[in-house]
T-cell receptor, first 113, second 111 residues
Framework: EAGVTQSPTHLIKTRGQQATLRCSPI?????VYWYQQALGLGLQFLLW???????NRGNFPPRFSGRQFPNYSSELNVNALELEDSALYLC????????????FGQGTRLTVV | GEDVEQSLFLSVREGDSSVINCTYT??????LYWYKQEPGAGLQLLTY?????DMKQDQRLTVLLNKKDKHLSLRIADTQTGDSAIYFC???????????FGAGTRLAVHP
């Protein structure tokens, strides 16, 4: 069974551009979570989607947004990129709202130059 | 707000036991997790424990939970070089259904 897959694995953008990151959850999982892992800052919660709806978001500016599609895959969009957005973006999925077991993808490393 | 703290670095000799500690503030946490991250990789769920348990053992891994002190630990028996990685403690914030992570403990195993 395939795990959580993220694409692309690496992304290089210039300041001011937009980045789109994609995540496919484990089959049967309806919840998708996005985390940012910036150097020296640990893992920070970004967004939670469940059944197509945004259920919660972390302390990030509105230029971080996303959506969940009917097949439960998800997209994270970062507009007006800033240098400090450079980080590993991790997606996780779980089978329901209780998030008892969240499985992570390998991440997308975004570099803003 | 919720906070999870871990020591940043631990060095052990191959074959010894490793103990990684974590403290948290959210007393309503119902699930507590340990994840492993190897260089350049995502996070791998190692184990988790329910808040009504004191201990959970899974092969070389032992998780201890002291709910009164809000202290969680992960013991790795017979530590091997392949255990070298960053270990993240995470607690489930039930009110918001999100995982709050510690900063991670880098475990270095030397011969």
């Amino acid at each position: 069974e395939a795990g959580v897959t993220q694409s692309p694995t690496h992304l290089i953008k210039t300041r001011g551009q937009q980045a789109t990151l994609r995540c496919s959850p484990i089959s049967g999982h309806t919840s998708v979570y996005w985390y940012q892992q910036a150097l020296g800052l640990g893992l920070q919660f970004l967004l939670w989607y469940d059944e197509g709806e945004e259920r919660n978001r972390g302390n990030f500016p509105p230029r971080f947004s996303g959506r969940q599609f009917p097949n439960y895959s998800s997209e994270l969009n970062v507009n007006a990129l800033e240098l400090e957005d450079s980080a590993l973006y991790l997606c996780a999925s779980s089978s329901g709202r209780r998030n008892t077991e969240a499985f992570f993808g390998q991440g997308t490393r975004l570099t803003v130059v | 707000g919720e906070d999870v703290e871990q020591s940043l670095f631990l060095s052990v000799r191959e074959g010894d036991s490793s103990v990684i500690n974590c403290t948290y503030t959210d007393s309503s946490s119902t699930y507590l997790y340990w994840y492993k991250q190897e260089p350049g990789a995502g996070l791998q769920l190692l184990t988790y424990i329910f808040s009504n348990m004191d201990m959970k053992q899974d092969q070389r891994l032992t998780v201890l939970l002291n709910k009164k002190d809000k202290h969680l630990s992960l013991r790795i028996a017979d530590t091997q070089t392949g255990d070298s990685a960053i270990y993240f403690c995470a607690v489930h914030s039930g009110g918001y259904n999100k995982l709050i992570f510690g900063a991670g403990t880098r475990l270095a195993v030397h011969p």
